[in-house]
């Protein structure tokens, strides 16, 4: 088995001890994302839709650094701080998620990193 760690400068530096991304056999394992921009490293505080819209880019940008892309993804975790955003969370998943949809998962929790009201993690096919 072979294990590749994905980097690429369009997503930002993870805040803590894990890569961005991991390709292992076929598969590619996105870490949790979190709405921070990529340029500057400073976590986005505008809309809960910009913020959103945050992390689904950064983790199209990690995706297509592997060689894959959201079509080929087959597992979505999110994390919400707030679970009264689910419908509009869903409304600005289902542009990028439009054609296939992955399973997923979506938990309200407590805190995430930097106090993001955010977090996506993802599992996707990777040649």
């Known amino acids: 088995m072979t294990k590749t760690i994905i980097t690429t400068d369009r997503a930002p530096q993870p805040v803590g001890p894990y890569s961005q991304a991991v390709r292992a056999d076929g598969w590619l394992y996105v870490s949790g994302q979190i709405p921070i921009d990529p340029a500057t490293g400073i976590l986005v505080d505008e809309s809960f839709e910009k913020q959103?819209?945050?992390?689904?880019?950064?983790?199209t940008a990690i995706l297509e650094a592997a060689g894959s892309g959201l079509g080929q993804v087959v597992k979505v975790t999110i994390f919400l701080t707030d679970m009264e955003r689910?419908?509009?969370?869903?409304?600005?998943y289902t542009e990028y998620f439009s054609e296939?949809?992955?399973?997923?998962?979506?938990?309200?929790v407590s805190r995430l990193p930097r106090d993001a009201t955010v977090e996506i993690e993802a599992i996707a096919l990777c040649s």
């Open 52 to 59: 959103v819209r945050t992390v689904l880019d950064t983790i």
């Open 86 to 92: 689910f419908a509009e969370l869903n409304a600005i």
């Open 100 to 108: 296939s949809r992955p399973a997923r998962a979506c938990v309200e």
